[in-house]
């Protein structure tokens, strides 16, 4: 399968900081992997590289073989890649449906004038964008609950809203940042079963960032390791489960002798 993203000696510096260091990275179309480290490691100012966020100083970021280092936010979005965050970054005031309706803005094709008017391709548009904003409500388990308002949502149910206002942009890659971050175990093994689930069905490429092993270690093919923003380690969940560089990174030096990774 080919590489949907590709990334070459990409370095990201904050003044005397080098917060991405020579990374060299590419996921496969359709594939899921994950990106791994220890707390500031580099794994969101990476994203961020990809999504323009930052420009690196150094180095090519290609998506479907085409340089995007250099390219705007809604630019990078309208290629096809989209992302949740870290901490949820919903509109609060706003209602579920809502939300998921800002995360097609870049794939609407009429213009302000028309809105103010409400001409027929407007309405059409708006009636469409509302109907796809429904299925997406009910393809991520939330079926019933657009009128609700964001902040009034149960923790699982916010994540969920996010992942479905960035599917709203019908993306090719779907970049999840700490997507079980804050839930409980079961919360987790649901989500995990949606975003392979989400996978098998739409084909959509995911690379996530996660600190819950059992996460990683159940849905990931491949697995990159970042420590001090270099690549110290890839590979395949028992490979890296299994790699001193990897147990060092996440335990400390001397960790490595006799101690092995465990997604427990």
């Known amino acids: 399968m080919a590489a949907i993203l590709r990334t070459l000696n990409v370095t990201k510096r904050f003044g005397g900081l080098v917060a991405v260091d020579d990374f060299s990275f590419e996921i496969e179309e359709g594939s899921i992997s994950s990106i791994i480290g220890p707390n500031g490691a580099g794994k969101t100012t ?29 630019q990078v979005t309208k290629m096809g890649i989209t992302r949740t965050y870290q901490n949820i970054r919903l509109f609060a005031n706003m209602t579920a449906l809502e939300n998921i309706l800002v995360g097609m803005h870049s794939r609407l094709k009429t213009w302000w004038p028309e809105a103010v008017i409400g001409n027929k391709r407007f309405r059409d548009e708006e009636k469409n964008a509302l ?43 779907l970049l999840l940042d700490e997507p079980t971050a804050g839930m409980n175990t079961q919360e987790s093994a649901e989500l995990t079963d949606f975003i392979r689930n989400l996978r098998d069905e739409s084909g959509i490429t995911v690379l996530l960032i996660e600190h819950d092993m059992r996460v990683v270690m159940g849905i990931s093919e491949k697995i990159t390791v970042l420590d001090y923003g270099s690549k110290i380690a890839e590979g395949k969940p028992k490979e890296i489960q299994n790699n001193p560089k990897v147990i060092e990174a996440y335990l400390g030096r001397g960790a490595a002798s006799g101690l092995e990774f465990s997604a427990a």
């Open 46 to 74: 990476f994203f961020n590289c990809i999504t323009g966020f930052y420009t690196p100083e150094e180095g090519l970021i290609e998506f479907k073989g085409k340089q995007i280092q250099a390219l705007r936010t809604d």
């Open 131 to 173: 109907a796809k904003a429904q299925e997406l409500l009910e393809f991520v388990n939330l079926k019933g609950l657009g009128d609700q308002l964001a902040r009034n949502l149960p923790y699982g149910a916010q994540r969920r809203v996010e992942i479905a206002r960035a599917l709203a942009s019908e993306p090719d890659l």
